[in-house]
């Protein structure tokens, strides 16, 4: 899981590197991976929550989730604002509501939407024992979302939350059922490449999709699209043994939300043209330099920026 997740941050990265280039924008190197590269990460949370256990009351979970993710949210909500105004990109009212309201800001609307999406999950799955029950409601929810996003999401930015959550909600769920078929499957080379074809053709197929922002295009695929990516994506990293994939996914939330600002700061700044091909492939090695440096002073100095609360000994 960690070395997908590292996987998964490398092309969150790409993706939002090549994003500023109109031209590769809609090609399908970033095409390819805008079409499961954040579905990945929820799917990934729903099988480790089904590899952990359910075992924790209500209460507890969501006091957990609470603390691991409303403060990285704040705090880098606050940093990311203060990079956009820096830069000349900040409209600080509307940020400052969008951040209240659990929108977010450019990538911090992934923390919220994780958050709840694992809440919601857990809580149903606690009150509601009957299995085909939890799961027709989990399809319910993950369907209106779907009609939320393809219909609602101009009518108010509320709608928007709305419909992340309850999309990323329905990937939690496929993650949690695909962990013991993912773990009892194990593709031959010449299969990941086949699934790798068929996918790649449905990505462009389907044409650019961005979950933030609720553009699906045509739903079906763009859920096929979803889960046959993070397939991919973790039969991959069954092949591979890396650790320093495996140490950028133990990471992936001290870059997913620093990764954008240092994005902005070097488009504004430093006169080179990072966002063709090559240069933006000079700018993710420079970026990921700069992440080591980060996830060794947050996690060494400051890891309660990013909800590691250290807990208190017990006294004899």
């Not at 940020?95 to 977010?104: A, E, R, S, V, Y």
């Not at 700069?290 to 400051?302: A, D, H, S, T």
């Not at 309660?304 to 807990?311: A, D, E, L, N, T």
Request: proline fraction near 2%; aromatic fraction near 14%; charged fraction near 15%.
């Amino acid at each position: 899981m960690d070395i997908a997740k590292g996987i998964g941050i490398l092309l969150v990265i790409i993706a939002h590197i090549y994003a500023f280039n109109p031209v590769i924008r809609d090609r399908l190197t970033v095409v390819w991976i805008y079409s499961f590269h954040m579905p990945l990460f929820f799917i990934i949370a729903g099988m480790l929550l089904k590899y952990k256990g359910t075992d924790e009351s209500i209460k507890d979970f969501i006091i957990k989730k609470a603390k691991a993710f409303i403060i990285p949210y704040v705090f880098f909500s606050i940093v990311t604002i203060g990079v956009l105004k820096l830069v000349g990109e900040a409209n600080i009212k509307q940020m400052l509501i969008n951040t209240t309201l659990f929108i977010g800001v450019d990538v911090l609307w992934f923390l919220p939407a994780l958050m709840f999406s694992e809440i919601i999950f857990y809580v149903t799955k606690k009150l509601i024992k009957n299995n085909i029950i939890f799961k027709i409601l989990m399809l319910c929810i993950y369907i209106a979302s779907i009609f939320i996003g393809l219909k609602l999401n101009e009518s108010s930015r509320i709608f928007i939350l709305i419909g992340r959550v309850g999309i990323a909600t329905g990937f939690v769920t496929i993650g949690y059922y695909l962990l013991e078929l993912i773990n009892n499957i194990n593709f031959k080379i010449w299969q990941i490449a086949i699934v790798f074809v068929i996918q790649a053709v449905l990505a462009k197929v389907n044409a650019f999709v961005d979950l933030n922002n609720l553009v699906l295009n045509n739903a079906i695929l763009y859920t096929i699209n979803s889960i046959l990516g993070s397939w991919l994506i973790i039969e991959i990293s069954k092949k591979i043994n890396c650790n320093e994939l495996a140490y950028l996914g133990k990471n992936s939330l001290i870059i997913m939300v620093t990764h954008l600002n240092l994005i902005y700061l070097f488009r504004k700044y430093i006169n080179f043209n990072f966002f063709t091909y090559s240069g933006g492939l000079l700018l993710l090695v420079i970026l990921l330099l700069i992440e080591i440096i980060i996830i060794y002073l947050v996690n060494k100095y400051f890891p309660f920026i990013i909800g590691k609360i250290p807990k208190k000994e017990k006294s004899n």
